[in-house]
T-cell receptor
Framework: DAKTTQPPSMDCAEGRAANLPCNHSTISGNEYVYWYRQIHSQGPQYIIHGLKNNETNEMASLIITEDRKSSTLILPHATLRDTAVYYCIVRGWSGSEKLVFGKGTKLTVNP | NAGVTQTPKFQVLKTGQSMTLQCAQDMNHEYMSWYRQDPGMGLRLIHYSVGAGITDQGEVPNGYNVSRSTTEDFPLRLLSAAPSQTSVYFC???????????FGSGTRLTVV
């Protein structure tokens, strides 16, 4: 049972911000929102995660709505190397919570 | 170099052969997982472990065995390979709790 919904594909112009949406309307109180990406045939790469506050690191920003039912990953200045499949995952952190991937969003950054 | 190391990177097996995919991490991570990824598809969880001596099944465990005798190693065993197990296999590890997972570079397995 999918916990998140993402658009299958998106396009973005190089140098512009890429905003990737994710719906997680059934998220529970102890579940975090995680974002990973997978560049062609490589292992997935952790990007960022958050609980309820907005988060920023050197790779991206994560904006979580106040009701926590959706979030947006922002790549502020997309480059061609950001072309990848981006996965939004909801996961609890207590006990034996496993990391389960959905289908993700294929982001293509165009020159 | 710190990280998740998977061996071998490539492997061709004949139907019915057995083999072990190795996964080792040197970050003292408690959590480790195995995934498979078929062409054009997402990652599917095979087995995972939350610590030495503890393993559990993921979404697609049939045909695979795991054990976790040490914190560092989490081998994946194929007892009798089948063509349906042709895939790319990724191992990942994480600290317990909310932390993100670090993935290995994958093992590309072909069963003929």
């Amino acid at each position: 049972d999918a916990k998140t919904t993402q658009p299958p594909s998106m396009d973005c112009a190089e140098g512009r911000a890429a905003n990737l949406p994710c719906n997680h309307s059934t998220i529970s109180g102890n579940e975090y929102v995680y974002w990973y990406r997978q560049i062609h045939s490589q292992g997935p790469q952790y990007i960022i995660h958050g609980l309820k506050n907005n988060e920023t690191n050197e790779m991206a920003s994560l904006i979580i709505t106040e009701d926590r039912k959706s979030s947006t990953l922002i790549l502020p200045h997309a480059t061609l190397r950001d072309t990848a499949v981006y996965y939004c995952i909801v996961r609890g952190w207590s006990g034996s919570e496993k990391l389960v991937f959905g289908k993700g969003t294929k982001l293509t950054v165009n020159p | 170099n710190a990280g998740v190391t998977q061996t071998p990177k490539f492997q061709v097996l004949k139907t019915g052969q057995s083999m072990t995919l190795q996964c080792a991490q040197d970050m003292n991570h408690e959590y480790m997982s195995w995934y498979r990824q078929d062409p054009g598809m997402g990652l599917r969880l095979i087995h995972y472990s939350v610590g030495a001596g503890i393993t559990d099944q993921g979404e697609v465990p049939n045909g695979y065995n795991v054990s976790r005798s040490t914190t560092e190693d989490f081998p994946l065993r194929l007892l009798s390979a089948a063509p349906s197990q042709t895939s790319v296999y990724f191992c990942a590890s994480s600290y317990a709790g909310q932390y993100g997972y670090t993935f290995g570079s994958g093992t590309r397995l072909t069963v003929v």
